[in-house]
């Protein structure tokens, strides 16, 4: 089993930033993960895809609407990955979920991944 403990959400305003962390436990993490992502919702519609990061080789993944605003990195020895967001917007308003994906799928769709947090609430103002 995996576990994942999201942190970092709240308000910003438009054009502001926030970083939001993800730590993963759990004795099958190392074995399991290929990939974390960042995914985001809000009311009534499906969870769509933010970020995504290799956890071996640490290529990136990004949704068009956040490129060159936000940035998934990932610290190894922590089982931890992070999700940078600059020059946000209030379109960006949602609950971010972030998950762990193993080897079959898509990095890009919410069914590829086995094992998702929480969620942490994130509201931009205008």
């Known amino acids: 089993q995996v576990q994942l403990v999201e942190s970092g959400g709240g308000l910003a305003q438009a054009g502001g930033s926030l970083r939001l962390s993800c730590a993963a436990s759990?004795?099958?993490?190392?074995?399991?993960?290929?990939?974390m992502g960042w995914f985001r919702q809000t009311p009534g519609k499906d969870r769509d895809f933010v970020a995504a990061?290799?956890?071996?080789?640490?290529?990136?993944y990004y949704a068009d609407s956040v490129k060159g605003r936000f940035a998934i990195s990932r610290d190894n020895a922590k089982n931890t990955v992070y999700l940078q967001m600059n020059s946000m917007k209030p379109e960006d308003t949602a609950v971010y979920y972030c998950?762990?994906?193993?080897?079959?799928?898509?990095?890009?769709?919410?069914?590829?991944?086995?094992?998702w947090g929480q969620g942490t609430q994130v509201t931009v103002s205008s």
């Open positions: 998950a762990v994906k193993g080897t079959f799928g898509t990095r890009y769709s919410a069914a590829s991944y086995s094992y």
């Open positions: 759990g004795h099958t993490f190392s074995r399991f993960a290929t990939a």
């Open positions: 990061i290799d956890w071996s080789g640490g290529s990136t």
